[in-house]
Nanobody
């Protein structure tokens, strides 16, 4: 089993920055791909960033490209999401997710509990 625990959410002003963390525990060898999703009220969930834990390859949704950055620290079993130039439309619950490969990250097996990010204008 794999457990994911997010932290770092909160209230931030528009134009500001926040960094989310996701610690992976358990059978970490089962996880080669990590991602961040978000879900805003009344909207569908959105895959916004993903990373391959082995080669560091990253992918981003157009909505966050150039503003957000996903990174990893395998020694700490942690994945980060640096969020810059935040907008009110970035307000959402952010979820960390994981699976065995990037090809499956769109429907990941493992999920964290989510952390709220609220951007005030």
């Amino acid at each position: 089993q794999v457990q994911l625990v997010e932290s770092g959410g909160g209230l931030v002003q528009a134009g500001g920055s926040v960094k989310l963390s996701c610690v992976v525990s358990g059978r970490t060898s089962s996880v080669a791909a990590m991602a961040w999703f978000r879900q805003a009220p009344g909207k569908e969930g959105e895959l916004i960033a993903s990373i391959d834990r082995n080669n560091g390859r990253t992918q981003y949704a157009d909505s966050v490209k150039g503003r957000f950055a996903i990174s990893k620290d395998n020694a700490k079993n942690t994945v980060y999401l640096q969020m810059n130039s935040l907008k009110s439309e970035d307000t959402a619950v952010y979820y960390c997710a994981a699976d065995i490969s990037l090809s499956r990250i769109g429907t990941p097996t493992y999920w964290g509990q989510g952390t709220q990010v609220t951007v005030s204008s």
